[in-house]
T-cell receptor, first 110, second 111 residues
């Protein structure tokens, strides 16, 4: 069973709209959560991390963590064409690397 | 900004052949990682290292070996390549729970 599960698999958002991505972990050893973004043909690049309950905002991106339910979300406000990419949720227990979800493909249309 | 480079960027190998993928980082990070990316499986950790001379098994190490001869270099070795190892391989460097910096990837095709 996937330890980090993401939904939806894909998402279409109008330019200027809000995109909401979800991530749930089944392993309580995970203490830190990351959101990575991968454009086609490139390696993943970190967007932001979150490890405290509540919201964390960085520009147009807001992450929310509920530690009790191990649920993390990412909200992209005022979506731009450059936001079209594959978004990964990743969880870390420090001991070994990151455990990634399968990703959510976001497409921003004009 | 952190820099992680990989070589080669593309590789075609024959079944049973030996393949070496190389990774170099200029961030002076202690930790380095090898992942593979496949549709339907996301990114999966193959091997990782805490520093020169150390290698550790990740989630899917079977069929792969790793070598960390220096702080900067981390190699992934496929001694007997199989078609199931056709994938895109990413190297990354980082420290603890801090951000991992990924290279551009190597696309490997095993015929």
């Amino acid at each position: 069973q996937q330890k980090v599960q993401q939904s939806p698999e894909s998402l279409s958002v109008p330019e200027g709209g809000m995109a909401s991505l979800n991530c749930t972990s089944s392993d309580r050893n995970f203490q830190y959560f990351w959101w990575y973004r991968q454009h086609s043909g490139e390696g993943p690049k970190a967007l932001m991390s979150i490890f405290s309950d509540g919201d964390k905002k960085e520009g147009r991106f807001t992450a929310h963590l509920n530690k009790a339910s191990l649920h993390v979300s990412l909200h992209i406000r005022d979506s731009q064409p450059s936001d079209s990419a594959l978004y990964f949720c990743a969880a870390s227990d420090w001991a070994q690397g990151l455990t990634f979800g399968l990703g959510t493909r976001v497409s921003v249309f004009p | 900004e952190a820099a992680v480079t990989q070589s080669p960027r593309n590789k075609v190998a024959v079944t049973g052949g030996k393949v070496t993928l190389s990774c170099n980082q200029t961030n002076n990070h202690n930790n380095m990682y090898w992942y593979r990316q496949d549709t339907g499986h996301g990114l999966r950790l193959i091997h990782y290292s805490y520093g020169a001379g150390s290698t550790e098994k990740g989630d899917i190490p079977d069929g792969y070996k790793a070598s960390r001869p220096s702080q900067e270099n981390f190699s992934l070795i496929l001694e007997l390549a199989t078609p199931s190892q056709t994938s895109v391989y990413f190297c990354a460097s980082g420290e603890g729970d801090n951000e991992q910096f990924f290279g551009p990837g190597t696309r490997l095709t095993v015929l």
